[in-house]
């Protein structure tokens, strides 16, 4: 029943993809590659919505939910807009730093969709896990769906701008760090190394929070390359920093006040935390 309401879902999301590429084809003669590679995402978006679903139930409990949920189905919508947004990485080189010639209205809303996107993409993270907490239907599962979709959206986010321009290449590290903070991971439980769980941080959900808040400035025409690579230096550093001493965590080579448990070996994802170190 639950993967049927998924499926559901993803068979809408797909009809509607194909017609806003077929207008923004039209409109604004946007390249035909913006819908194959949504379409592309969009299958690792529901892959990973299918790959979780036994975790459909509240975090006390085990049994999962046999309905989706406003929160998650908010959470999956997000994803869906997440592969829109990468969509965008067809762009021509250098297009979000080019201004459009006054009057040039195809071009103008072209310059604007991927900082729109993101955006979009933004607001629906702070609304999911809001009402979620509201309503009292917090589950697993969105707590995964949230993790995996973030750190998409930063990967997606960050290539878009780097391949429009509007970032400098070096933050590509940040669009990989939660991807190679898995990878790090993963290769010390092969060689049978402990994995530590993280403390509790307000300071890394600011540093997240900023890092998305600089991705949709990039992206944003309005925002010059000169002051997009000052940005890239004031949030990225600090950001990847944070990671290094979190990997430091992990790894059990620092240790904090509580108890320090080892971490299952399905290691839950985290879109904040990275390392860059294996061993």
């Given at each position: 029943?639950l993967?049927?309401?998924?499926l559901?879902?993803?068979?809408?999301?797909?009809?509607?993809?194909?017609?806003?590429?077929?207008?923004?084809?039209?409109?604004?003669?946007?390249?035909?590659?913006?819908?194959?590679?949504?379409?592309?995402?969009?299958?690792?978006?529901?892959?990973?919505?299918?790959?979780?679903?036994?975790?459909?139930?509240?975090?006390?409990?085990?049994?999962?939910?046999?309905?989706?949920?406003?929160p998650?189905?908010?959470?999956?919508?997000?994803?869906?807009?997440?592969a829109?947004t990468?969509?965008?990485?067809?762009?021509?080189?250098?297009?979000?730093?080019?201004?459009?010639?006054?009057?040039?209205?195809?071009?103008?809303?072209?310059?604007w969709?991927?900082?729109?996107?993101?955006g979009?993409?933004?607001t629906?993270?702070?609304?999911?896990?809001?009402?979620?907490?509201?309503?009292?239907?917090?589950t697993?599962?969105?707590?995964?769906?949230?993790?995996?979709y973030?750190?998409?959206?930063?990967?997606?986010?960050?290539?878009?701008?780097?391949?429009?321009?509007?970032?400098?290449?070096?933050?590509?590290?940040?669009?990989?760090?939660?991807?190679?903070?898995?990878?790090?991971?993963?290769?010390?439980?092969?060689?049978?190394?402990?994995?530590?769980?993280?403390p509790?941080?307000?300071?890394?959900?600011?540093?997240?929070?900023?890092?998305?808040?600089?991705?949709?400035?990039?992206?944003?025409?309005?925002?010059?390359?000169?002051?997009?690579?000052?940005?890239?230096?004031?949030?990225?550093v600090?950001?990847?920093?944070?990671?290094?001493?979190?990997?430091?965590?992990?790894?059990?080579?620092?240790?904090?006040?509580?108890?320090?448990?080892?971490i299952?070996s399905?290691?839950?994802?985290?879109?904040?935390?990275?390392?860059f170190?294996?061993?």
């Open positions: 029943m993967r049927r309401r998924v559901w879902i993803a068979a809408g999301v797909t009809a509607l993809t194909i017609v806003v590429g077929l207008v923004f084809r039209a409109v604004i003669d946007l390249s035909s590659g913006w819908l194959l590679v949504s379409l592309a995402s969009l299958l690792i978006v529901f892959w990973l919505a299918d790959a979780n679903l036994e975790m459909n139930h509240a975090p006390d409990r085990e049994i999962p939910a046999p309905y989706i949920g406003l998650n189905t908010i959470t999956i919508l997000r994803g869906v807009v997440v829109w990468a969509g965008f990485i067809v762009l021509d080189p250098q297009l979000l730093v080019t201004s459009p010639m006054i009057g040039d209205g195809r071009a103008w809303l072209l310059t969709l991927p900082a729109a996107c993101y979009t993409v933004v629906m993270d702070l609304a999911d896990g809001s009402l979620a907490r509201r309503r009292g239907s917090v697993a599962l969105g707590a995964r769906l949230d993790a995996e973030d750190g998409l959206g930063i990967l997606a986010g960050v290539t878009v701008g780097i391949i429009g321009g509007a970032i400098p290449q070096m933050y590509l590290a940040v669009g990989l760090a939660r991807y190679a903070f898995l990878a790090a991971c993963r290769r010390r439980e092969a060689r049978g190394l402990p994995t530590f769980e993280l509790d941080s307000r300071a890394r959900r600011v540093l997240a929070g900023a890092q998305m808040a600089f991705i949709l400035a990039a992206l944003s025409p309005a925002v010059g390359p000169s002051i997009a690579t000052v940005g890239a230096v004031v949030v990225g600090p950001f990847l920093t944070g990671f290094v001493r979190d990997w430091l965590y992990v790894s059990g080579r620092l240790r904090w006040d509580g108890v320090q448990q080892t299952p399905r290691l839950p994802p985290t879109t904040e935390v990275v390392g170190l294996c061993g």
